[in-house]
């Protein structure tokens, strides 16, 4: 059984960093796209970021590109979002996504897998 769990989240005033994980196991994810995704209060989950677990291709937001950067560990099952300059418009429940998806990277119900999520707060 795959699980996802995220945690780093917080309470950090604008401009300031944070750095989000999400641990998997439950299998093998070589043929997996692993996503961050968003979603505020009244409004749609949102894609943020994604990345390829096999060949680590990435994927943003046109609103996050340049202040946040998705990784992972291979070894550890283990992917990270490294938020920088954030801003309070970036508050919202982030969640951890897997799935075995194609082009349509941004799309939510195509991920099988979600973490349980982690709150960020950006104060200004």
């Known amino acids: 059984q795959v699980q996802l769990v995220e945690s780093g989240g917080g309470l950090v005033q604008a401009g300031g960093s944070l750095k989000l994980s999400c641990a998997a196991s439950?299998?093998?994810?070589?043929?997996?796209?692993f996503g961050w995704f968003r979603q505020a209060p009244g409004k749609e989950r949102e894609f943020v970021a994604v990345?390829?677990?096999?060949?680590?291709?990435?994927y943003y937001r046109d609103s996050v590109r340049g202040r946040f950067t998705i990784s992972r560990d291979n070894a550890k099952n283990t992917m990270y979002l490294q938020m920088n300059s954030l801003k309070p418009e970036d508050t919202a429940v982030y969640y951890c996504?897997?799935?075995?998806?194609?082009?349509?990277?941004?799309?939510?119900?195509?991920?099988?897998?979600w973490g349980q999520g982690t709150q960020v707060t950006v104060s200004s």
């Open positions: 996504a897997a799935g075995r998806v194609g082009t349509s990277v941004a799309t939510p119900v195509l991920y099988d897998y």
């Open positions: 439950g299998r093998t994810f070589n043929s997996y796209t």
């Open positions: 990345i390829r677990w096999s060949g680590g291709s990435t």
